[in-house]
């Protein structure tokens, strides 16, 4: 059912603010200007249509954010993305061991190539890559993240730490081959 | 506790996802340990890499404009048979336009303007004012390639009185352009160029002059890119800075 006018008008008024956003998150994800577009019109088009199921008070952001998703995961590429990705870490505590092929001053290094920042990103497996964005792009908090990924609180943790030794192996490779 | 406890709770520190007690505590740490604290620097260093980087993807505006049709509520059909209404409605929404169409106009200008100063003036208080330190453009231009989704002319500075200091990324209503820093006598000045846009183009008009906080400010529109200098530098600088970068982009 498609909402009312003042529904619409609501709709537009937390929709839009947020269209560059989604729009940047569709093509991390899809790799593709193109299908970034199909993927933010069908998430625009799916929440219009779905805006009456919102409680309003809660979070549009975390709500607009998993249509997006859940709408990437279900397509042709989403399938493919997860196919090749391995299955996801058990729900425990992160714990922590040092890098030691990296060095902060190797990270340093690399923080001024944004093309090694961009490239480990593409690198990065698909849950990896997500949350990093969600986190450090859209400055989502670990609860907002937990609802848009409909994972638990743990998990938002234990994965975003994974995930950002991932990105500093790949950046430390980048740098030590470059140095070689 | 060793420093492999405090590790895992950096991230959390940075992420300001701490309770408070922690912060104190791992805040206290990262004062007296400089092997977690140099840990704490590189990830908070690389968080802020990637927060500039990923925003990498720009819509193109004509999809923007494609989505804002599909969410604006639809206009009820209803008909009405008393003309003078509908004049009376239309000549009223003439009028509410042309002064909302106005003032739209300089609150936008305004914003603008002020996030430029405020970039100008944070960049002049940074320690690090630019990413690529050079005063050849031959080294700046490029440096600028992937970077951001436009390419543009650096004008030959030989014999003037103004140098290149370099340049870096910088962002305006989440759009990326290229910051251009330069020294005139004891004065800086930033030149911003973005893509232009109707939003920029209806806010600043194709060329125009303005001053914020006693900063001289220019702004023109040049083969669909958007130019804006700011500077405490004189006017006439502004001007001469101006031409130079109209003869490059020919």
């Keep these: 059912m498609w909402p009312g006018r003042d529904n619409a008008n609501e709709f537009e008024q937390l929709a839009m603010p947020l269209f560059a956003s989604l729009y940047n998150l569709a093509h991390w994800l899809t790799q593709d200007r193109s299908e970034a577009e199909?993927?933010?019109?069908?998430?625009?088009?799916?929440?219009?249509?779905?805006?009456?199921?919102?409680?309003?008070?809660?979070?549009?952001?975390?709500?607009?954010?998993?249509?997006?998703?859940n709408t990437f995961l279900t397509s042709r590429t989403g399938l493919n993305a997860v196919k090749t990705v391995p299955v996801d870490e058990a729900d425990e505590p992160e714990s922590f061991t040092p890098v030691t092929r990296e060095s902060p001053e190797s990270i340093l290094l690399a923080r001024a190539d944004h093309d090694a920042i961009v490239a480990a990103l593409q690198k990065l497996p698909l849950p990896f890559r997500e949350i990093i964005l969600l986190c450090d792009v859209e400055e989502m908090s670990y609860r907002e993240i937990a609802e848009t990924l409909m994972i638990p609180l743990g998990t938002v943790m234990s994965r975003l730490a994974r995930a950002r030794r991932s990105m500093r192996q790949l950046l430390a490779g980048r740098v030590q081959g470059a140095y070689r | 506790m060793t420093c492999d406890t405090w590790q895992p709770k950096i991230d959390a520190y940075l992420d300001n996802e701490l309770p408070?007690?922690?912060?104190?505590?791992?805040?206290?740490?990262?004062?007296?340990?400089?092997?977690?604290?140099?840990?704490?620097?590189?990830?908070?260093?690389?968080?802020?890499?990637?927060?500039?980087?990923?925003?990498?993807?720009?819509?193109?505006?004509?999809?923007?404009?494609?989505?804002?049709?599909?969410?604006?509520?639809?206009?009820?059909?209803?008909?009405?048979?008393?003309?003078?209404?509908?004049?009376?409605?239309?000549?009223?929404?003439?009028?509410?336009?042309?002064?909302?169409?106005?003032?739209?106009?300089?609150?936008?200008?305004?914003?603008?303007?002020?996030?430029?100063?405020?970039?100008?003036?944070?960049?002049?208080?940074?320690?690090?004012?630019?990413?690529?330190?050079?005063?050849?453009?031959?080294?700046?231009?490029?440096?600028?390639?992937?970077?951001?989704?436009?390419?543009?002319?650096?004008?030959?500075?030989?014999?003037?009185?103004?140098e290149l200091i370099g340049g870096k990324v910088t962002y305006l209503d989440q759009n990326p352009g290229a910051e251009l820093l330069f020294g005139?006598?004891?004065?800086l000045l930033s030149v911003f160029i973005f893509k232009d846009s109707p939003e920029l183009d209806r806010a600043l008009g194709s060329n125009g002059q303005m001053r914020k906080l006693s900063f001289n400010l220019a702004s023109w529109s040049d083969n669909g890119l958007r130019y804006l200098v700011v500077t405490d530098a004189a006017r006439s600088d502004v001007n001469d800075l101006h031409a130079r970068f109209a003869e490059a982009a020919r």
């Design chain 1, 38 to 69: 199909d993927l933010v019109q069908e998430t625009y088009a799916k929440a219009l249509k779905g805006f009456n199921s919102f409680q309003p008070g809660t979070n549009f952001r975390a709500w607009i954010f998993r249509i997006l998703r």
């Design chain 2, 184 to 187: 005139v006598r004891k004065h």
């Design chain 2, 20 to 162: 408070e007690a922690d912060v104190r505590d791992v805040a206290s740490h990262l004062r007296s340990c400089a092997s977690c604290s140099s840990e704490a620097l590189a990830r908070s260093e690389l968080k802020r890499s990637i927060h500039l980087a990923a925003k990498s993807y720009v819509p193109d505006p004509e999809f923007r404009k494609r989505i804002q049709n599909t969410v604006s509520p639809k206009v009820a059909g209803r008909s009405w048979n008393w003309a003078w209404t509908a004049g009376t409605a239309f000549a009223m929404i003439l009028l509410v336009i042309a002064g909302s169409l106005l003032w739209t106009r300089q609150i936008q200008q305004q914003q603008i303007i002020g996030e430029l100063t405020d970039l100008h003036v944070a960049t002049l208080a940074s320690a690090n004012r630019v990413e690529v330190v050079s005063s050849d453009r031959h080294t700046v231009k490029p440096w600028f390639q992937g970077k951001v989704p436009f390419t543009f002319n650096v004008p030959e500075l030989q014999g003037s009185q103004f």
